[in-house]
């Protein structure tokens, strides 16, 4: 039972420094995660033990919302495209597609701002709500705020991309990079798709 | 990726850098370990001076502090004798909101009861975040592992730098917190709600702010080395090192990082919400407005436990690299090892109810959570008896780095021990909040963390420096550490057991505990000599760092990658990129040449010894 001999194996991973920027955003994503599945457990649990927990559908606009869902997937469609473009070398393609997906994730922003000022014109608030527990409110704020806070990041990032692959930064052998972002991307997508369920359809 | 080619540059480009990008902005992993270290040694200073305070309220409660108290006469007649007198004469004279910093704390050197609250709280939180957390983690982290596996440096050098700047933001902002109107936190490193979720019960405003604000900091700036320590450690090996080669040491640094990753998250959002409560007037702990106190303690204790593992799991690391050093011998079951450390991190997400056996939880679950807790001690012990089994028949020396990693196994096999009692829901009830606690925790964290931290220090010193620590003075410094350590904990399992709580202010004020006075003056004196002993540390810390014997590149006849480069290594590490040959602990191999065959040396263990190296 001996692996000690003359012979050389060689590390499991090479060393590539292309991809340690895309293990580098695993590991952040993993991290993240758990700080949605905390705000999301605590959320269930507090859910669980209240009385007085109002029907979502009853106050939230299921519409609006479940067209800003739909939106979301569509600008993960825009931004595989934008890398698949890069990929075959077109930086035009690139640029366009991650314009797009950016202008995606600011219409969220702006519908999600429409959906907010709504609500608490209607009288929920972090701290009131006249349909039941207060609880209600601040769990929704504190859970789409931060989600909410990762689509603007995400804005800001897909926007950069857009610049460097105008300056011609990326290239068919060189779009690490586009990846990256891409990987964010998905995740905040995939988050949505979870808050969504969780706090407007259960 | 900008990071990559960020690293390439740093070691192309390296040229004689200005002071500012050499000694304060540096990328370079070394300099940010030394960085970490003097944190940790700056905080500990603080952390440990609380402690002080605390063992001279439970030794002489209500009276007041030699050297800036107020004398007996003074007390009694009101007539100032000394200067310190005169002082306090003039403070109390004041109005209230004229008088200064001290007197609002410990009015004629006599701490109040709320400064009490803040001394324990602030303890336990700078020790375990501002001083185990950056040494153990933070500097041997950064320092071991590109050395160790034979990477030029980490894999993203400013995130590395930015993890240090942004841990020294939140020692600010923690320190802070002792200036602000109001005092300190005061409710516990635990924080329990609604204690600390609602200002009106310990008094507490902005302090309890700070110290959300600064765990929330220091939670980015774990997240950043966590990203770097994993990725690293992924990606960067050295051809040949396989990571059934890893030292012990970077298989729990790794380990480590993953816990941090997935644990602090949890504690950001729940303090968030903490905060919110706070600030905004939402009721996520208060029970009045819908919420649940309980959910503070299940999101704390989800981080909280694994927390405990990520303080230990780097010292169980040092110690098993330093074992087998200091007794010629390779370490006993290297994969049993690395399976222990590993399940001991898995165990540690499915335990947090044992902090809770108190919160009326259904027995059932508190019965599931128990058997959990007891199957950890099947892991640790495959550690111990692995320690013993590589001590066992070995050629054995004491230098100052063998002495404190075997206080370590032996501290640590009494604080598991009496963790097990914990465990146990039924004695729980008793001993739950009583200093049995107390005496657990501090096994565990200062004989284990503490010692191994010591250990690591001891052993690496050379490196890091390009000097020799002096054996004398760490040897006086070790005995001087551990038997007063020993002193002062040991005794708090006797006073957690006649029902001593943990966080009373004035225990003589319960005529049951009266009994322990003397328990608790001879515990206090030990803890000041146990503090004060550390001055030797510090003063060899720096003396040898100037003045030590100029060290070789491998002084400890040690077989891993960190003492195949110069002392202390140049930047980038390695001159030619190490290949890797064996395992870590080839010591004593029959037939070869030297006790110790280095990881790089391209022989054929095989051959020489006819059955083979020591394993992997």
Known sequence: ?202 | MTSATAVKEVHTTHERQGFLKTYIFSLDHKMIAKQFLLLGLFMIWIGGGLALLLRWQLAYPEQPLPLIGASEQYLETGEPQSSMDRFWDSELSKSDDEQGWLTKRMPVGIITPAFYNALFTMHATIMIFFVVMPILIGCFGNFLIPLMIGAGDMAFPSLNMLSFWIAVLAGIIMIAGFLVPGGHAASGWTAYAPLSSDPTWTGVDWGQNLWCISLVVLGISSLMGSINYITTIINMRAPGMTFMRLPLVIWSLFIVAILLLLALPVLTAAIAMLLFDRLAGTTFFNAAGGGDPLLWQHLFWFFGHPEVYILILPAMGVVSEILPVFSRKPIFGYKAMVLALSGIAFLGWIVWGHHMFQSGMNPALGATFMISTMLISVPSAIKTFNWLGTLWGGNITFPAPMLNALAFVSMFVIGGLSGIYMASTVVDIFIHDTYYIVAHIHYVVFGGSIFGLFAAAYYWFPKMFGRMMNQTLSKVHFWFTFIPFNCTFFPMHILGIGGHMRRIYNPMQYEFLQQFEGWNIFISISAFVLGFSQLIFLFNFFWSMFKGKKADDNPWKATTLEWTTATPPPHGNFDVLPTVYHGPCEYSVPGAKKDFTMQTENVDLQAMSGNGGNGA
């Open chain 1, 1 to 202: 039972m001996s692996l000690a001999t003359t012979a050389v194996e060689p590390a499991e991973s090479p060393l590539t420094p292309e991809s340690w920027g895309k293990l580098g955003m695993w590991v952040f994503l993993a991290g993240d995660a758990m700080s949605f599945g905390a705000l999301l457990a605590g959320y269930g649990a507090i859910r669980a033990g209240s009385l007085d927990w109002p029907i979502p559908q009853e106050i939230l606009g299921i519409k609006l919302t479940a067209f800003m869902t739909f939106l979301l997937i569509c600008s993960s469609l825009t931004m595989v495209k934008g890398l698949s473009a890069i990929k075959h070398g077109d930086s035009k393609g690139l640029v366009r597609f991650m314009l797009v997906t950016a202008l995606s994730g600011l219409v969220f922003l702006g519908l999600q701002a429409y959906e907010w000022t709504h609500l608490i014109q209607h009288g929920l608030t972090l701290t009131s709500n006249p349909y039941g527990s207060y609880l209600f409110g601040t769990t929704f704020y504190l859970i789409t705020g931060f989600h909410g806070a990762h689509v603007t990041v995400g804005v800001i990032y897909l926007t950069i991309i857009a610049l460097r692959g105008m300056k011609g930064k990326y290239s068919a052998e060189n779009a690490n990079g586009v990846e990256i972002a891409g990987l964010y991307w998905h995740f905040v997508d995939l988050v949505w798709i979870l808050v969504f369920t969780f706090v407007y359809l259960i």
